[in-house]
């Protein structure tokens, strides 16, 4: 047919070929506008950030605004003792808010996992703390530590374990306690649920040859649980840590907006939003988040590294 009719052939070469340029650009069309909102939403603030952490930039001291270079990171690490605090406090913060959720999470759904009356209901019952809002947390623990009608000291006072009211608050030897608990409550389910669902993927019938094989739950939980739980736990607690580093809605209400006292509670996010939003040093307080970006960006590729995760799956 193609050699009675060369002009037809012709034709149809020419029309698959406008076809397939209309069909490439399809994909990047569908694609389009999820790429707009990932760089007006993404990528434009982040780049807005590293552009003002090289800027003098407060808006009641507009005379001193303009190009300051590396400024303001010499000024950070030469002359700025807080943040140096700052950055102790928020590993002191991370380390103990993700082990000790980690520990109290993976309890909770070693015990959700097992066959008992109204496990459903409890299982519902233990994401509650983590649908609420951290705003209502906050505000829900500052009047439970609360020094004149918190049930904390009513309770405690009621038991005669204390003589006298604490302001667990305002105490130096109380307020980052407080505030430890306060998170672990919101936190703890975070752990719970992801755990309890990677423990409902490992076959039962390991469980049973494990038994026949005389091993008792603490070897089956090493040998079994453990090895299956191992992803979910390098990536959840890479998760919860980036978000406990940048946690700032609990500390800052439960503080008054203070970190303190004497900054005792001040993390990097935290010593962030006093200088960029109360002090309204933009190009400073950029300056410091551009550390924390590079802090974790650091943190989360070393972590994965070192854990190896994904390896097992690729051999």
């Given at each position: 047919m193609s050699a009675s009719n060369p002009t037809l052939t012709r034709q149809q070469h020419s029309a698959a070929k406008k076809r397939k340029k209309s069909i490439n650009w399809m994909p990047y069309i569908l694609i389009a506008p999820a790429i707009i909102l990932i760089f007006c939403f993404l990528f434009y603030p982040v780049g807005n950030v590293f552009y003002y952490s090289m800027q003098h930039f407060n808006p009641a001291k507009t005379y001193e605004n303009g190009f300051a270079g590396l400024d303001n990171f010499t000024k950070i690490f030469r002359e700025d003792s807080l943040f140096y605090l700052s950055l102790w406090v928020s590993l002191k913060w991370v380390v103990v808010e993700v082990v000790l959720q980690l520990i109290c999470g993976l309890g909770i759904a070693l015990m959700l996992n097992q066959s008992f009356k109204f496990r459903g209901l409890f299982r519902s019952a233990a994401i509650l703390p983590w649908a609420i809002s951290g705003v209502v947390?906050?505000?829900l623990w500052s009047l439970i530590f609360n020094e004149q009608m918190g049930v904390i000291n009513d309770l405690l006072l009621r038991f005669n374990w204390?003589?006298?009211r604490v302001a667990w608050l305002a105490e130096l030897n109380t307020v980052f306690p407080s505030i430890v608990t306060a998170e672990l409550w919101r936190g703890i389910p975070f752990f719970t649920i992801a755990l309890l669902a990677a423990?409902?993927?490992i076959p039962g019938d390991l469980y049973e040859s494990a038994v026949v094989d005389g091993a008792n739950r603490w070897k089956?939980?090493?040998?079994?649980?453990?090895?299956?739980?191992?992803?979910t736990i390098i990536l959840t607690t890479l998760l919860r840590a980036v978000w406990e580093f940048n946690n700032v809605d609990l500390i800052f209400i439960m503080t008054n907006g203070t970190g303190g006292p004497v900054d005792l509670t001040t993390t990097l996010p935290m010593y962030i939003v006093k200088q960029a939003i109360?002090?309204?040093d933009f190009g400073y307080g950029s300056a410091l988040t551009v550390i924390g970006f590079i802090i974790l960006l650091l943190f989360a590729v070393s972590y994965l590294k070192l854990s190896g995760f994904g390896k097992e799956d690729q051999t």
């Open positions: 947390t906050s505000t204390i003589d006298h423990m409902q993927t089956s939980f090493i040998h079994i649980t453990m090895p299956f739980l191992k992803n109360i002090a309204q």
